[in-house]
Structure formats: C-alpha cells, structure tokens
C-alpha cells in the first residue's frame, strides 16, 4: 500500500454469533493494554477501537502495506482467537466503504436494535478514547466528526428511532407478555451501569414498582438504588435470593457467568408455580444458557431480544432506504475529498491539507 490507507477491520453481530463475540470482547483492562501495543505497532499511523456488545472494530490509518494485518494478529494473539478462525468472522472494509460504515453504524443503522441512540455515544467514548491515547490524527479526526453529524442529521430529518429499538424496552414488552401486569412483580437489575439503569427506569416507567439493585460494586447499587426508589442487594446474594425475584435483568461486566444453573434450579424448587424471567444484556453473558431448559424458566440475551425487535424493521423498511441514501451522499462527499490525500504520500503537506479541508461536507 502506497501512501496513507483507510482500513477498518473487525466481527459484529452480523457476521459473529454471541457466542464468538463472548471471546473477542475486550474487558477494559485488555482494551486499555491492546491499546498501547497499537500505539507503536509499526505502519499504523492513527486508530481507534469501537468495542461494544454487538462489535470489536478497528479503524485504522495504515502508513505500509502489512498494518491491518499486524492489528488483526495482535488483537487476535491478545484474545487468544485463532486467526485463521477470526477471519471467517471477520469485517474487512477500506476506503470509502470503511467511512460509510462508520457512518451508518453511528447512526444505528448498523445496530441489531435499528434505530438504537446508545451506539452513539459508544462511538463518541471510542473517539475520545483514542483522543486520549493520541492515536487519532487528522483523518480519522474529520471522519469521526463526519460521522457525528451524519448521525444527528439523519435521526431529525427520519424516522429511523421510532419504535421499540432499546433493548430495554423490547426486555419490557416481553415481560408484560409473560406477567400481564407489572405492578406485583419483583424485578432485579444485576449491574448498576447504563444499560441496567436503563432498563430499570423502562420496567418502572411501565408500572413495576418493586426493584432491586445489586452490583459487584456495591456502592454503585446503592447509588443507583437511591435514585431509583429501589432497594440494593449484597451481590453475593444474588444466587441465594434468587427466588424471590420474578423478572431478572443482568448488565454486568464480569468475565463468566454470575447466575448459575443450579441457583435456578433450587429457586424455582421454592416457586415452580411462578414463572422466572431472566433478561442477559450482558457479554459475556452473565446467565447460564442452560436455564432455558427448566420449566417455567424463560431466558433471552442479545440475540434473542434483537431477533423480536427485527421484526419492526419491515414496517420501516421506506426510512431505512431514506437513510442509507442519505448516509450514502455523505460518504461520498467526505470521500471526495480525503481520497487525493490518502493518495498522496501522506507527509506533514498531506495532513495539512486534510486540516484546513475541514468544512461540512
């Protein structure tokens, strides 16, 4: 590769099952230490990593040919994921294909949950973050940028979040499905990050009343506890009070399971009568998938909770194309005028250029 090039590579939920994606997802701490090894892998002149529940994406700037693939050997040797096994997932874009990418993922176009807002700011973070490591330069600064205001324009002028397109309130719809009524059943939210206050504040704005909070960091569960009018629970707890909890919502960010098969098992000896409603928002996932299989037990992670909430993207399949067309006009203007740079050889005049290039495209 000659020059500046544009890569992205990855696995997202469209090509990697949650299963995989349980293996590739990077914990704050293997993030923050891939990070640094990033930082000074040789040809790779800007990065960033957008690492969600539905995807691990690198965005990257390559200054030689060979730099995609030593970000893909490092990212695989520090998950210990076979790379020849990695690139039957793999998401592999360049180019003008990569920005728009970008774009529509940041607009939730991309999202299981079409529509979703929670992807946007999950970019943001990834941007900032590489912001902090100094690892975003001048490209793939106006392509962020880019990004965001394509994302903002597209989610005033359509129609594309209308909907139930949270996982919250897809988890909501089918607990009212299982119970009917919200008002006598006991909910406990197992995580007290964004995703569980979340999820908490839909079941409540629904009519559930009686929460409970529970996190392995305990001043966290009471915090949130606190301002949601809800009670905390120890979280080493969880498992022996399970059967007292008719719906429950897990979040968390532990690296295996916290919900056991057997836990299930003796709290549902105490309520066989009662259904028990597990909602794995987590990954990994924080329930045993074995669950399932007990009576009056039922169980749904993210695939489960994205596959009902397909079911509304025919109803908005017009908006969808509006979208891509939009989003596809974008790309293609930013394109236009970044590719003659990328082309070049990408020194201190090249950057120069893309600086004072920035201007709404």
């Known amino acids: 590769m000659s020059g500046l090039g544009l890569f992205l590579i990855g696995a997202t939920h469209h090509t990697a099952p949650l299963a995989v994606r349980e293996k590739l997802a990077l914990d704050p701490a293997a993030e923050a230490a891939l990070g640094a090894e990033l930082a000074s892998l040789g040809g790779l002149r800007e990065f960033a990593v957008l690492n969600t529940c539905n995807r691990v994406e690198f965005y990257g700037v390559a200054a030689e ?6 970000v893909q050997a490092a990212f695989c040797a520090r998950q210990h994921f076979d790379p020849a096994e990695f690139e039957k997932f793999r998401l592999s874009l360049g180019g003008r294909d990569a920005v728009l990418h970008l774009l529509e993922v940041s607009a939730g176009l991309d999202s299981q949950m079409l529509g979703e807002t929670e992807i946007f700011g999950q970019v943001k973070a990834a941007y900032a973050a590489a912001q902090a490591r100094g690892a975003a330069g001048p490209l793939l600064n106006r392509i962020f940028q880019k990004a965001f205001q394509a994302a903002k324009h ?4 359509t129609a594309i979040s209308s909907g139930q397109v949270s996982v919250a309130n897809v988890a909501v719809d089918l607990a009212l499905n299982i119970f009917g009524d919200l008002a006598q ?9 964004e995703i569980g ?7 409540q704005s629904r009519g559930a009343a009686a929460l409970t909070v529970a996190s392995r960091r305990g001043e966290r569960a009471m915090d949130l506890a606190g301002q949601l009018g809800a009670t905390a629970l120890p979280f080493e707890q969880r498992e022996a009070r399970l059967a007292e909890f008719d719906v429950v919502v897990c979040s968390t960010a532990a690296p295996h399971a916290v919900l056991s098969f057997a836990a299930a098992e003796a709290a549902m000896k105490r309520r066989p009568t009662r259904p028990l409603f597990f909602i794995d928002l987590a990954l990994p996932r924080d329930v045993d998938p074995a669950v399932a299989n007990l009576d009056n037990v039922f169980r749904y992670d993210l695939d489960d909770l994205a596959g009902i909430a397909e079911q509304n993207r025919s109803a908005r399949a017009a908006e969808i194309a509006r979208c891509r067309a939009l989003l596809s006009e974008r790309a293609d203007s930013l ?5 003659p740079i990328l082309a070049g050889a990408g020194g201190p005049a090249d950057a120069a250029r893309l600086r004072s290039s920035q201007h709404p495209a």
Do not use: P, Q, Y
Not at 65 to 70: D, F, N, P, V, Y
Not at 154 to 157: D, F, L
Not at 197 to 203: H, I, L, Q, S, V
């Open 65 to 70: 040919a060979g730099a995609a693939a030593r």
């Open 154 to 157: 597209v989610r005033s002028s």
């Open 185 to 193: 059943a006991r909910i406990l939210v197992l995580g007290a990050g």
């Open 197 to 203: 206050e979340k999820t908490a504040r839909a079941f």
């Open 335 to 339: 394109w236009r005028k970044i590719e």
